[in-house]
């Protein structure tokens, strides 16, 4: 076995040796939570203990149940004149250099290191930026559970939650309230599929409408499906085959958000890029004011993806190692 250290925790890592290892690795499993080095017999232990001690902090918050993380992913603190700044250290086969990202709707800085670069060398860049950093995370929209007395925006309109003990098994709109029955601890859960539900019922239609009216005019390619999910980087997508995603927090946005969102993947059945040409299609199938929407996503749109859970993905800006 191997010991390693992160942080003041000591964590024990042992080894299981095999003839048809080729290289030396890290291997982490779900069940069981299961950590150990996967070695080729008559190999030394120092090499991998060196690429254990490179992932301490993955390990830990494996260990630990952070499911959050993904491969090449670990959280770090930056320790700066006595002040402790979180981190997400995210390892990149595509970084050409170190750079800091925002994702607001996750609420987190990401520091993208390349795979080969020093972690060393990214602290330092971090360090470097502290003050960025700082503002960044002071500038995070709050996290907005559902929960009971929680304003949630329906189609723009704010809409106050309540727990009815006194009813079973729905939820249903009142007098402007989200009024939800049964047991307080699936509260969250049922207000959540209640709205997915209000969106599957809503935005599919909506843009087939806009769709149809490519067809009519005999431009773009012809619309093969519309899903609606909880997506972690983007309001929506449109694929080669003509199929859109969306995600169904649009159904918070008020009434011209929603169709600048939907007219905005509509046109990518059109251009499948952000060309001049593709503007022009968005603006003709949008209802509003395109630029008033950009404007009120920018503004509104990381808060709007804090509802109903912790962390998302949205992207966010760019500070980058100029050496």
């Not at 499911?67 to 995210?90: D, F, M, S």
């Not at 390349?114 to 972690?119: D, I, V, W």
């Not at 169904?248 to 939907?262: S, T, V």
């Not at 022009?280 to 509802?307: F, I, N, P, R, T």
């Amino acid at each position: 076995m191997i010991t390693i250290r992160h942080g003041e925790q000591t964590i024990v890592v042992p080894v299981e040796r095999s003839w048809s290892v080729r290289r030396a690795s890290i291997r982490m499993e779900g069940k069981g939570r299961k950590v150990f080095a996967l070695v080729r017999h008559g190999e030394k232990l120092a090499p991998v203990q060196a690429l254990a001690q490179r992932i301490a902090g993955r390990i830990a918050a494996w260990l630990q149940g952070d499911h959050a993380l993904r491969n090449n992913e670990e959280r770090i603190v930056l320790e700066h004149a006595g002040e402790k700044l979180p981190l997400l250290l995210q390892r990149s086969p595509k970084a050409r250099r170190i750079s800091l990202r925002v994702k607001p709707a996750r609420r987190e800085i990401v520091l993208v290191v390349p795979l080969r670069a020093a972690q060393k060398a990214a602290l330092d860049f971090a360090r470097r930026e502290v003050a960025w950093i700082r503002s960044r995370l002071a500038q995070m929209p709050q996290a907005s559970p559902f929960v009971e007395g929680a304003e949630v925006p329906l189609r723009g309109v704010p809409h106050r939650i309540r727990h009815r003990a006194d009813r079973r098994g729905t939820v249903w709109l009142e007098n402007g309230e989200i009024h939800v029955a049964g047991d307080p601890r699936h509260l969250a859960r049922r207000v959540g599929g209640w709205l997915v539900t209000q969106a599957n019922r809503e935005i599919p239609g909506l843009v087939r409408r806009k769709a149809d009216r490519l067809v009519q005019a005999g431009i773009g390619r012809k619309l093969s499906s519309v899903s609606i999910r909880d997506t972690v980087s983007r309001w929506g997508s449109c694929g080669a085959d003509g199929s859109i995603m969306l995600s169904w927090r649009m159904i918070l946005a008020p009434p011209p958000i929603l169709d600048y969102l939907i007219a905005h993947e509509v046109a990518h059945l059109v251009e499948q890029n952000h060309s001049t040409r593709f503007w022009q299609m968005c603006a003709e199938l949008c209802d509003g004011d395109v630029d008033a929407a950009e404007a009120w996503l920018k503004k509104h749109g990381a808060a709007l993806l804090q509802y109903g859970a912790q962390h998302f993905g949205k992207p966010g800006e760019d500070r980058q190692d100029e050496a």
